[in-house]
């Protein structure tokens, strides 16, 4: 049972490259959140899914984009990477539904835009 | 606006010592609060999570605190060890659960255990 695995772990960027970060998870949680953290700050929520086929955006979307097409993976795009969005990125996932509703974290992608 | 401050922002403590780390909140409508470690280069982990009728919950070491009236919880650990070194994030579910709860992230205590 791997929980939340992240790919890649790093990535440098030029600006105005593209790229995908996969998430997976194998818990079979229905809802799935894209996360940035940056120093003194903390964490920021992209955009979410709570299903297989669905997505929502978060606090801070723009210049981003996700597709869920399978219930296991959500995928986080940057389409013309810019500076700003230099970061590390977390993908989470959780059952969903309850008050409780706790989220396992992964390991996080560290991105570098140049 | 929804809030959350942790305090210190930094703390240093010799093994074998205890420490409590603060968090205050300024969250509406609160649904829940939890305490996160975060391991240098890891994702974050829970610890605990306590919802408004709760005021203590324990996870081995580590005990949390809730005050909801004066919207204030701690989390304290007894005995450190050299492994908890780390940063420990306070976060406040807002809303009445679901999907629309949103998860406001306090910026984290970092603590380091020095033998």
């Not at chain 2, 939890?34 to 070491?61: A, C, H």
């Not at chain 2, 204030?72 to 809303?95: E, F, K, N, R, W």
């Amino acid at each position: 049972n791997a929980g939340v695995t992240q790919t890649p772990k790093f990535r440098v960027l030029k600006t105005g490259q593209s790229m995908t970060l996969l998430c997976a998870q194998d818990m079979n949680h229905e809802y799935m959140y894209w996360y940035r953290q940056d120093p003194g700050m903390g964490l920021r929520l992209i955009h979410y899914s709570v299903g297989e086929g669905t997505t929502a955006k978060g606090e801070v979307p723009d210049g981003y984009n996700v597709s869920r097409l399978k219930k296991q993976n959500f995928l986080l795009g940057l389409e013309s990477a810019a500076p700003s969005q230099t970061s590390v990125y977390f993908c989470a996932s959780s059952a969903g539904g309850s008050n409780y509703n706790e989220q396992f974290f992964g390991p996080g992608t560290r991105l570098t835009v140049l | 606006k929804n809030q959350v401050e942790q305090s210190p922002q930094s703390l240093i403590i010799l093994e074998g010592k205890n420490c409590t780390l603060q968090c205050n909140y300024t969250v509406s409508p609160f649904s829940n609060l939890r305490w996160y470690k975060q391991d240098t280069g890891r994702g974050p982990v829970s610890l605990t999570i306590m919802t408004f009728s709760e005021n203590t919950k324990s996870n081995g070491r580590y005990t949390a605190t809730l005050d909801a009236d004066t919207k204030q919880s701690s989390l304290h650990i007894t005995a450190s060890q050299l492994s908890d070194s780390a940063s420990y994030i306070c976060v406040v579910s807002a809303g009445y659960g679901g999907a629309t709860n949103k998860l406001i992230f306090g910026t984290g205590t970092l603590l380091a255990v020095q033998p």
